[in-house]
């Protein structure tokens, strides 16, 4: 029973995320509209100050809902966002966020992720609403996370990273899926593959805390608390300080040149 | 032969039998065997055997004569088998045999060569069993295959070898057996009968064998031993103090193969003493039969009680006995060569996480076949699992013993409080692996396994496996030598040098903690580890940074460590490690990681300040005012590595007066009101070191440190803690206005009761501090009063240098009270003082030679009192010809003393004192001339000792001390110089000198007393011109 009641606890804490972000579907509604507006101007004029004005109201409207960016860098990063979108793609619709492709090469060049498939799996994390695209909104409290989110909520992240199928337990299967190429295979060994389904046993007996042979996120959040190491367990899905603090310095400290 | 050679006989990796006593007697059976075979049981013999033995020999075809066909390329026998093969076929170097008849005449053949035929025969053919008779006799100790043998080969002849070489078997494991029993060992509960038994004897009436015998631990493990975990591997199950009623108390240690004397294990929990200082004895009753007379005698005299003591001993050991016979046969089926034993059984217990993890793979089928092959075993109690062929552990014993010195508890953090660590070095050892024939431990496995990954794994995997590791207990050595055995370190070590944070933190978090083992520590520094790990404290990731040092503060506890770490720059950057605000109130995430930064930043200085050339470095980095500044900090974790730093550093004068710059005695002094002892413990070593300056005795005083000082008296307990508060008081105590301080909280009351069943760090210090009160006159009467002359003059039986230093200097303070010395004569206070000159160190002979002075002075009968002393005259003029200064000094003062006894300074003079003195005239030290100058004047009032001087030409240099800046030395001059004026000729002497010139050109306050006797000597010379 206590079983049903941390799972439940799990999807809410997932579908909201956090901080409890949405209050209503109306308000998601009129930041969308924002975003569009936004996007509209964009292309007709280039950095007036109308423009400046539809940023501002819009950084405030999302700084309240995240915890670790203030308005003005909620803002830099809004200015950030229009960078690395560009040009909207041709013509009808104007694309409403980052695509996969884009959203890749962003991890890649700036906060040096190198595996495709864990970074589509933090595209599919960042993407909440599933549509294929980052909004900015996504784009802004993934990276508050991302970049500045406490221990608990990375190990959140990072479950829900992990979760391949989202059925909210990492699952062997799972854990092989994403360690099969973690180690050199042998090939004068009989089974290539037994040195990580060996590592997959030796961690999941490790992290199993109630032993039902699958990770719930009680079991990864004990774990990791236990041992801070076990946060990025298996792959790396958070940018290392190094290229998160580099990332901070360019967009924050540099001056508003839109 | 079957189960004797695979299981008994000891055989080396190689496959090769050892030479070793009990393989010689296994072979010689054997050869017995065989040549009795063709000549008994003939038939058998002709037996042919289902595969030829092969071996290659040495034996040529010229070795062979007739009933064998000789060609060219070898040998063959006339005889052959149904298939017309020959019995014997020799082509060099090999040669197969085919029965036992031919074996028979080949061993014959061999003739002194025959034990080395036949070993190498048993060598090659290491399943002869199964070559002789086929698989179906493999199980030969399996009876029922007997039958069925019978029943399918229908061969009664071959059943019949089969029989004799069985039995053979067992006669060859009995007689094997029988050596092993002779040379039986001790175990738990042998110990604990005789201890038992000896305790019943200390009871025994008037006049017990004993004093006393006790264990020093009360807690029994539950193998039945005592000894703490870590020295049982090293197979010791106990220690005992004994006191024998005729000699010093005895620190015996009683392992599993033998009995010996330690050097003093007296408690529980000592770190040290447990290295061997005595020859082994095989039992308890031995040793101690040995050791003390008295027992020996007691023990001869009361035969029959002895005799039920060995009985009742005896019967024990049969019992054992039986249960170890078979325990040696189990023991050997798991071991062929066995050096640990016991102890290595219980290191090799797998973790017992990893056994509720299930994570056995590969190691779990090791496991499961110890119980398979030691079915017995597990049936005989752990008395019995504690015994082992004695040749096997004498085999291991040069390893045990060099081990035994090596170890420190893995684990156990000895950041030791001691000033001069530099001389408490760790050796450096040379390697020691585990054995690759023994039975590995199952983590062993499992490390290799993981060590694999590591190598061939990315970030992640990477990451994982270092996480496994961190699960197994990285503290135990069988873990920490496997990490290393199996090439971890160096992959571990790779890690660091690599960009992924995350492998770096994993690496430096098993670092860490395996470098508490000696070896790693020094495999570390070996492969350049450490310059990596200095490298990392650059890294702008704190947790790194911390950890990197925290790794440095486990590894330099030697010295090349140390020395690695300053020579790649590492003091600098440990330094600035300690930038941080330690004493907010409140503190964010970031600055609460600042200071844990700082915090293993001073633990890593604190490991490297046991380097003098560390400490300067430290020093010059500006680390001083930072560690003044996290003094403030109030957290006990924080000040402790930076009060042990700076206690450590203390040592040095330049950190001493930046100590008392920088303001911290004002911190230290509050810290000794701290509630933690390690802590109260460094700070008063500090000030202990520190109040050798006067400031700094000042401040001290003026911060009120004097009563937490006092008050840190109490913990009687806590013996360092007690040394180093009794340091603080003793150099504290140098300046009058803190005796005066210190009377009011009747600190001479504690010190004299602290006289006795103290360890001599403390008793140096209380003396020391007792001697500094007994400066003033009221201490004297006070030390008198609490009963402290006794214990003081108890103390001069001492060994220990720097005690006897204050005891001497004590004792002879407290000589110059006169009821005080009438006690110290009663007690031969002044025999013991006057031994002591016979110290080979000279501050204690200079020490024992100033207590002298007042001793003699006081004293009732002096005269006759140094008469008394038997050779004492001929001992102190001796010492006239050391070279050390202030022996000399001290000396001629007592010499001076002496000499007021005309009887003494006649046999003074008969030594040959004259010379002696006058050959240190020439010294330009102002204290040996101010005594060498008295000693002068006194020995001029016997005989012709004054004309002496002048022929032994003493008296020009002494008119040249008239021109001293020292005032003293004017004035014992010149009562010198009045003496040795009374004889003619020193007077032209003098004038040559130019008394009168040196006088009058004096312009120094030469008191008047000076000056009347200059003129006294000077009128007198006038006179006799």
Redesign the interface.
């Known amino acids: 029973m206590a079983y049903n009641k941390r799972d439940m606890s799990l999807f809410n804490a997932s579908s909201c995320h956090g901080n409890g972000v949405f209050t209503s579907p109306v308000e998601w509604r009129s930041i969308e509209s924002h975003i569009v507006c936004f996007f509209f101007f964009l292309i007709k004029s280039e950095m007036s100050s109308m423009n400046r004005k539809i940023i501002h109201t819009l950084a405030e409207s999302i700084s309240k809902q995240v915890d670790h960016f203030s308005k003005t860098e909620v803002e830099c990063l809004i200015r950030e966002f229009n960078l690395l979108l560009g040009e909207p793609v041709s013509t009808g619709r104007t694309v409403s966020g980052l695509d996969k492709e884009r959203f890749r090469s962003i991890l890649h060049n700036n906060f040096g992720l190198t595996d495709d498939m864990i970074m589509d799996l933090v595209f599919r994390t960042f993407d909440k609403d599933n549509d294929s695209f980052v909004s900015v909104k996504e784009w802004i409290e993934g990276l508050s996370i991302f970049l500045r989110g406490t221990l608990e909520e990375k190990i959140k992240y990072c479950f829900q990273v992990y979760d391949l199928n989202g059925d909210h337990y990492i699952s062997r299967e799972e854990m092989f899926h994403?360690?099969k190429?973690?180690?050199?295979r042998?090939p004068t060994e009989e089974d290539p593959d037994e040195?990580?389904k060996?590592?997959v046993?030796?961690?999941l007996?490790?992290m199993d805390h109630d032993h039902d042979g699958r990770l719930s996120f009680a079991d990864f959040e004990k774990a990791v608390k236990d041992?801070n190491?076990?946060l990025?367990?298996?792959?790396?899905c958070l940018p290392?300080?190094?290229s998160a603090?580099a990332f901070e310095l360019r967009v924050f400290q540099e001056p508003a040149e839109l | 032969m079957g189960v004797s050679l695979t299981k008994a006989a000891q055989w080396t990796t190689g496959g090769k039998l050892e030479f070793t006593s009990m393989n010689e007697t296994l072979l010689r059976e054997i050869l017995s065997f065989v040549e009795e075979l063709g000549s008994r049981h003939p038939q058998e013999a002709e037996q042919v055997l289902k595969e030829p033995l092969r071996w290659s020999t040495t034996l040529t075809a010229s070795d062979f004569k007739t009933d064998y066909d000789i060609s060219d390329s070898g040998v063959q026998s006339h005889e052959k088998d149904a298939e017309g093969r020959p019995l014997l076929q020799l082509c060099p170097p090999t040669v197969n045999v085919r029965s036992f008849g031919q074996l028979c005449k080949l061993v014959h053949l061999a003739a002194d060569k025959k034990l080395d035929e036949l070993r190498a025969c048993l060598e090659e053919n290491r399943d002869a069993m199964v070559q002789m008779f086929g698989n179906g006799l493999e199980k030969e100790d399996n009876q029922t295959d007997v039958p069925r043998l019978v029943k399918e080969e229908e061969d009664e002849v071959k059943v019949k070898l089969f029989h004799l070489v069985q039995n053979l078997d067992e006669l060859l494991i009995k007689k094997l057996l029988k050596e092993i029993t002779e040379t039986v060992e001790l175990d738990c509960a042998t110990v604990n009968n005789d201890v038992e038994s000896l305790k019943e004897l200390c009871r025994d009436g008037e006049k017990p064998a004993l004093e006393s015998i006790r264990f020093t631990s009360d807690y029994e493990f539950s193998n039945g031993c005592r000894a703490p975990l870590w020295r049982q591997v090293h197979g010791e199950i106990c220690y005992l103090v004994v006191e024998p009623c005729d000699t010093e108390t005895l620190y015996i240690t009683c392992s599993n193969t033998a009995v010996f004397l330690n050097a003093g294990i007296k408690q529980e929990v000592e770190e040290s003493g447990y290295e061997r200082t005595s020859d082994t004895y095989k039992d308890l009753l031995t040793l101690l039969k040995s050791r003390s007379p008295h027992f020996a005698e007691h023990m001869n005299k009361q035969k029959i009680k002895a005799g039920e003591f060995d009985e009742m001993n005896e019967k024990g050991q049969e019992k054992e006995s039986y249960r170890q016979r078979e325990k040696n046969v189990n023991e050997k089926t798991r071991k062929h060569h066995v050096p640990r034993k016991r102890s290595a059984e219980k290191k090799y217990e797998p973790c017992p996480r990893w056994k509720n993890?299930?994570?056995m793979?590969p190691c779990g089928k090791a496991e499961e076949k110890k119980p398979k092959s030691s079915g017995l075993e597990k049936v005989q109690g752990s008395g019995a699992r504690s015994r082992m062929k004695a040749e096997f552990s004498l085999s291991s014993l040069p390893g045990r013993l060099s081990s035994q010195k090596i170890k420190t508890p893995a684990g156990a953090m000895e950041l030791s409080s001691e000033s001069s660590s530099e001389s408490e070095e760790e050796e450096e050892q040379s390697e020691r692996r585990l054995e690759s024939n023994t039975d590995l431990p199952p983590e062993y496995w499992q490390i290799q396994?993981l060590v694999?990954?590591l190598k061939?794994?990315?970030?992640?995997?990477t990451?994982?496996?270092?996480?496994?590791m961190?699960?197994f207990n990285l503290m135990q050595e069988t873990c920490q030598l496997a990490i290393r055995d199996v090439g971890g370190l160096e992959v571990l070590i790779n890690l660091l040098d690599t960009d992924e944070?995350?492998c770096k933190?994993?690496s430096l978090?098993i670092l860490r903690k395996i470098s508490h083992n000696v070896q790693i520590r020094q495999a570390i520094v070996d492969l350049g580890g450490l310059q990596s790990i200095v490298k990392i404290l650059d890294s702008?990731?704190k947790d790194l940074k911390a950890l990197a040092a925290e790794t440095i503060a486990s590894v330099t506890r030697f010295r090349r460590a140390r020395r690695t770490v300053r020579q790649y720059g590492g003091i600098k950057k440990l330094v600035s490690l300690l930038h941080c605000v330690p004493n907010l109130a409140s503190l964010t995430a970031h600055q609460q990681k600042d200071v844990e930064v700082a915090r293993c930043g001073a633990l890593a200085l604190w490991s490297c300040s046991k380097s003098t050339k560390n400490k300067e470095a430290i020093r010059k980095a500006g680390g001083v005012p930072l560690l003044g500044r996290l003094l403030k900090s109030p957290h006990e974790n924080m000040l402790i590595p930076v009060v042990g730093t700076l206690q450590e550093c203390a040592s040095e004068e330049s950190y001493r007066t930046a100590i008392q710059k920088e303001g911290m005695i004002k911190d230290l002094v509050k810290n000794l009101s701290s509630d933690n002892e390690e802590l109260q413990m460094h700070c008063a070593n500090a000030l202990f070191k520190c109040a050798a300056d006067k400031q700094t005795r000042d401040l001290v005083r003026n911060y009120k440190g004097l009563q937490p000082l006092v008050s840190l008296l109490a913990k009687v307990n806590n013996k360092q803690l007690l040394a180093a508060a009794t340091g603080a008081i003793w150099k504290c105590s140098i300046s009058v206005e803190n005796v005066a301080e210190f009377q009011k909280y009747n600190v001479l009351e504690s010190l004299v009761d602290l006289l006795t069943d103290q360890p001599e760090g403390v008793l140096v210090n209380v003396v020391g501090a007792l001697g500094e009160f007994a400066q003033i006159p009221a201490s004297k009467t006070t030390i008198r009063k609490c009963g402290g002359i006794k214990p003081l003059v108890d103390l001069l039986n001492g060994t220990n240098q720097a005690l006897l230093v204050n005891v001497t200097k004590t004792v002879g303070a407290c000589a110059t009270d006169q009821d005080n010395m009438a006690i110290i004569d009663q007690l031969d206070g002044v025999r013991l003082v006057w031994s002591l000159l016979k110290n080979p160190s000279s501050d204690v002979q200079s020490s024992a030679a100033w207590a002298l002075c007042p001793c003699i002075e006081n004293a009732k009968d002096a005269g006759e009192m140094v008469r008394s002393l038997v050779g004492g005259l001929e001992l102190i003029v001796n010492l006239l010809k050391s070279t050390n200064k202030e022996v000399l000094a001290s000396i001629c003062a007592a010499i001076a003393k002496i000499a007021k006894d005309k009887e003494n300074l006649a046999v003074l003079t008969d030594h040959g004192v004259v010379p002696l003195l006058a050959k240190l005239t020439n010294t330009t030290d102002d204290m040996l001339r101010r005594h060498l100058a008295e000693a002068v004047g006194h020995c001029c009032m016997w005989g012709s000792n004054r004309a002496s001087f002048g022929e032994a030409g003493a008296v020009a240099p002494l008119v040249r001390y008239l021109k001293s800046k020292d005032h003293r030395v004017h004035q014992s001059t010149a009562m010198a110089l009045y003496q040795l004026s009374k004889d003619p000729n020193n007077c032209i002497t003098m004038h040559e000198k130019g008394v009168v010139k040196v006088e009058e050109q004096e312009d120094m306050p030469v008191n008047h007393n000076n000056r009347s006797c200059i003129c006294f000597c000077l009128t007198l010379k006038l006179t006799k011109l």
């Open positions: 994403m360690l190429n973690s180690l050199i042998q040195g990580i060996d590592l046993e030796i961690t007996k490790r041992e190491l076990l990025e367990a298996f792959g790396t290392d300080i190094m603090d | 993890l299930g994570l793979s396994k694999k990954y061939g794994g990315d970030q992640t995997a990451v994982l496996t270092l996480c496994a961190l699960d944070v995350k933190i994993g978090k702008p990731v």
